[in-house]
């Protein structure tokens, strides 16, 4: 431990050069450091860096002598113990003496000193100081050895308490877990187990502990090979033990165990025990059983469901193919239409006007060129009409399911169907536009289909309300089918339209609704499509300006009072229209046209402003249809009259404008001839 210590250290303070040259000569060792100072000052920096072991001190020296030197070293903690030995070369003297081990010294040397001396009492002090730092060292080594032996003290507690803690979780998860623990001893062939063994395998605790024979006699004889060859390959590789199987108790109960043990060696390296825990794993087992119940029962479903969306596969790829089929025959039925009749009248029309313009001078065109042209157009007229109708019938989206559900019932006449429309006054509810086309298309193929496949000439329409859905049924009397191949996907010998079948019930679920259909054959067929309606009944038609009606009507009567033209506001979705209803009333000087809207909306908001006398209004109008401007014209401004005008002057639609206040309706073809007539008509009735 010495040979670890730093060399001693002495400090030789003088302020003759030549005296330190002959100190340090004369004290000089191989293991002992001498540090030199000139000065109490130097001295002093010297002591606060290193540590000494003794000071040699000369006692005469100018700015501070050695008692002050050693008074200043006994103030300083750091420096207060180190041994002093004043060397002077004055006589000796007692007071300076006292004084000298009054400040600390512990001895005196008189000059001239000899070397065996000052070596041997500076030998004195510098062992003393090894034997000081010694001790220190041998207490630091001892308080370390102390320190490391608590510290392992301390570990060997927490250890200690580690595991009785982990002792103590083990025993808690084992009883939370409804573990049980063996001891299998491979020699004694014995088998020691815990209460929670005994309770698994249905054993009494007071029962001896039974033997491996015993053991493998409680296992079900189905898993009893299985579990020792996994505990023979335990045993023979070193290896762990994980295995389930079954036990029968002594009561004939059968429950699931899991068991998993370790094997323990001998120092010789031979299996000596198998340790290890079992926990019951029955409902667990149960679990899985009923969890293969189910993956069989869902793969038997999915095989289902995979097998139905094939089938609709094939039935949407059937019906892409005809509905690209039908596409191209409608494409063709329109052109042919079209060039066939529509085209050719035209044509024969620009004949007729190509005739009346050749005629020269003053005469008039004959009569029967000017008739034949009219009949021309009206024709032209009457075809567009019919062909728009079939396409979308106009009745639909201005007057609502229920009328346009009538209208087909007329319609299908021309195919030699009567149809029977039953629909009760009761009936309030408004559909949004996509249900009631929805609803008006699949009742028109349904008809269709009826007089293609059914060979019947009768059929029954019925639209009604019930529990909350709104119920359309379509029945015929015909042949019917089966109903077996529809549901499949197979192709039957009923209808194979544009829609289809499928595609009705698809769009229907789509909505919400529901699409059933009933047949066999000889006994007709009837297909019900239901959907859901909303809450709340369609709201009426009301003025939302009660109060201004009068002041608006005083309004207008002082205005027929100002002047005794008549106001017309002109309203139509077609700006070519308008202007040709502007110059066939500019031409007379008793009408004023006083402004024009294109649709609904702006033909209210106009009126408000313009407060005309008269409103021309059109019916098929985006936004808000002429039908539903008229009603809210007309009760807002009770003074104000209107005329309708459509392409399409059926019996709906004029039923429809009169019940929203409308005076009359005309055609548009008929508007030459009967419009001014109509204005003049409606204005006696304001007074």
């Known amino acids: 431990m010495t040979e670890s210590l730093p060399s001693p250290t002495i400090l030789i303070v003088d302020d003759i050069e030549a005296n330190l040259i002959a100190l340090c000569a004369v004290l000089r060792q191989d293991d002992l450091t001498i540090l030199q100072a000139r000065s109490g000052r130097d001295a002093l920096e010297s002591l606060l860096v290193h540590d000494v072991a003794l000071a040699l001190i000369d006692l005469q020296m100018p700015d501070m002598d050695g008692f002050e030197l050693a008074e200043l070293m006994r103030g300083v903690e750091r420096t207060r113990r180190v041994p002093i030995i004043f060397i002077t070369a004055s006589a000796q003297d007692v007071e300076r003496r006292f004084r000298g081990y009054e400040t600390g010294a512990v001895d005196f ?307 030699d169907v009567r149809v029977t429309v039953t629909i009760p006054d009761s009936l309030s509810h408004q559909l949004p536009e996509d249900q009631a086309v929805l609803l008006f298309q699949s009742a028109r193929e349904l008809l269709m289909n009826a007089w293609k496949h059914a060979g019947t000439s009768e059929a029954d329409v019925t639209l009604a309300e019930r529990n909350g859905e709104l119920c359309l049924t ?29 595609s009705i019930r698809e769009r229907m679920k789509a909505l919400g609704g529901e699409f059933r259909l009933e047949s066999a054959p000889g006994q007709g067929t009837t297909a019900t499509l239901m959907l859901p309606v909303a809450g709340q009944d369609a709201a009426e038609v009301s003025s939302p300006r009660t109060e201004p009606v009068e002041a608006v009507a005083e309004n207008l009567e002082e205005v027929a009072g100002a002047t005794d033209s008549i106001r017309v506001l002109l309203v139509d979705d077609h700006a070519m229209m308008r202007h040709g209803l502007r110059t066939i009333l500019e031409n007379y000087p008793d009408v004023e046209v006083v402004g024009e809207a294109g649709n609904g909306e702006e033909a209210v908001s106009a009126v408000d402003v313009l407060q005309p006398s008269v409103v021309v209004m059109d019916i098929n109008m985006p936004k808000l249809n002429g039908i539903e401007a008229t009603a809210r014209i007309t009760s807002r401004h009770p003074c104000v009259r209107v005329i309708g005008l459509s392409v399409n002057a059926e019996e709906e639609n004029i039923r429809a404008m009169t019940r929203a206040g409308a005076a009359t309706l005309l055609t548009k073809e008929a508007a030459v001839d009967q419009l001014y007539q109509a204005v003049k008509g409606v204005i006696p009735a304001q007074g």
């Open 474 to 502: 379509v029945q015929d009397r015909g042949k019917g089918f089966d109903t077996t191949a529809e549901s499949s996907g197979e192709p039957h010998t009923g209808p194979s339209s544009k829609f289809g079948l499928f």
């Open 109 to 415: 040397l008189y000059k001239p000193i000899e070397a065996e001396i000052l070596r041997s009492k500076t030998q004195v002090f510098v062992d003393l100081y090894r034997h000081r730092q010694e001790i220190i060292c041998q207490r630091d080594e001892l308080h370390r050895l102390l320190e490391e032996k608590s510290q392992l003290l301390e570990a060997r507690n927490r250890a200690e308490a580690s595991r009785r803690e982990s002792d103590e979780r083990v025993r808690l998860a084992m009883t939370a877990g409804a573990m049980g623990s063996w001891d299998m001893n491979l020699a004694t062939d014995t088998v020691t187990s815990d209460a929670k063994e005994f309770e698994l395998l249905g054993l009494s605790p007071i029962e001896d502990n039974p033997s491996m024979t015993r053991w493998y006699q409680m296992v079900h004889p189905d898993d009893a090979a299985a579990l020792r060859l996994a505990v023979q390959r335990a045993i023979q590789s070193g290896g762990g033990l994980d295995h389930e199987f079954r036990v029968v108790r002594p009561d004939g109960s059968v429950r699931w165990l899991m068991r998993k043990g370790a094997v323990l060696h001998e120092e010789t390296g031979q299996p000596a025990r198998m340790i290890g825990v079992s926990f019951d794993v029955t409902d667990r087992k149960r679990l899985e059983e009923r969890l293969r119940q189910w993956n069989h029962e869902l793969e038997c479903e999915v095989s289902a469901r995979t097998q139905q969306l094939g089938r609709s596969q094939q039935r949407l790829r059937a019906l892409a193919k005809e509905l690209t089929i039908t596409e191209q025959r409608e494409r063709k039925r329109l052109a042919n239409e079209l060039h066939d009749h529509l085209a050719q009248m035209l044509a024969l029309g620009r004949w007729r006007l190509s005739q009346i313009k050749n005629i020269r001078g003053p005469e008039l065109p004959p009569a029967d060129l000017i008739q034949g042209l009219e009949e021309v157009l009206e024709e032209s007229l009457r075809y567009t009409r019919t062909l728009v109708t079939d396409l979308s019938p106009p009745v639909l989206h201005n007057l609502g399911l229920p009328q346009a559900l009538k209208w087909l019932g007329e319609y299908m006449k021309r195919h």
